[in-house]
């Protein structure tokens, strides 16, 4: 069942499945919660899982304000306080994997776990091409895009259906910027898997840099998990997926929940 929590200026939609331990589900970019349906069953058969449609996606409306995954973090905190959640785990992929990120950067008392997929912590590790595609991102860009998923989804649930260009002229002015999470990823106190593809939209590097940053694969992990990252980190890269396949993968949901149930 759909419901609005009205947090920071946003009506932000949201749905919840299932029963147990409290999972924030966080979309990508030009989607909507709708994204995790093939795998919103496994992962509802152990947790509540509160589906949520980010500010402009999905049946939440736009307001004035830029599309930026810190920003959005603070409606998800400001979400946990509405739905009185005790430290949920926090899964997003894509977009919603940097709004994942930054939620557990910024509110670490109020986040039990985090998986971060397929989300960049710098601009510059974005391989040139994919670079050069986003910066065709913008309002022009609606009229080639009106057989695609992306825009069928927004016209069947959006509030304002007509907004679309809106929405892509604001998340070209978001891909344009620079970026560089470096640091605020090295303070990260929340225990964080790091999720990506072995042909993501940067290399498989750039994921270990940032497992690097947690305290992971600098040693070996020893016979009892004595060398494995002290903040209880974790890396996956799974085979055989992209970008655009990564989030309805049934492999996306095994190592999630086996991260979400690891003890410390």
Partial sequence: MGNYADVNGLHLYYETHGAG?????????????????????????SHQVILVDLQGH???????????VRLMADDIGALIDHLGLDKPDVVGFSMGGGVALWTAIKFPEKVGKAVVASANIRRDAIYAEMLGQQGQVNAAAAAFMKDTPMYELYQRVAPHPEYFPQLLDKIGEVLQQDFDFTEDVRGL????MIVAADADMAPPSHYIETFKLLDGGLRDGGWTGEGRPKGGHALAILPGLTHYNLGDSPLFAA?????LGATE
């Fill in 21 to 45: 331990k409290p999972l924030i589900l966080l979309h990508g970019g030009l989607a909507s919660g709708e994204m995790f349906g093939a795998v919103l069953p496994a992962l509802a058969a």
């Fill in 58 to 68: 999905g049946r939440t409306a736009d307001i004035d304000r830029p599309l930026d």
């Fill in 189 to 192: 106190r929340v225990p964080t």
């Fill in 255 to 259: 190592v999630t929940l086996n991260f």
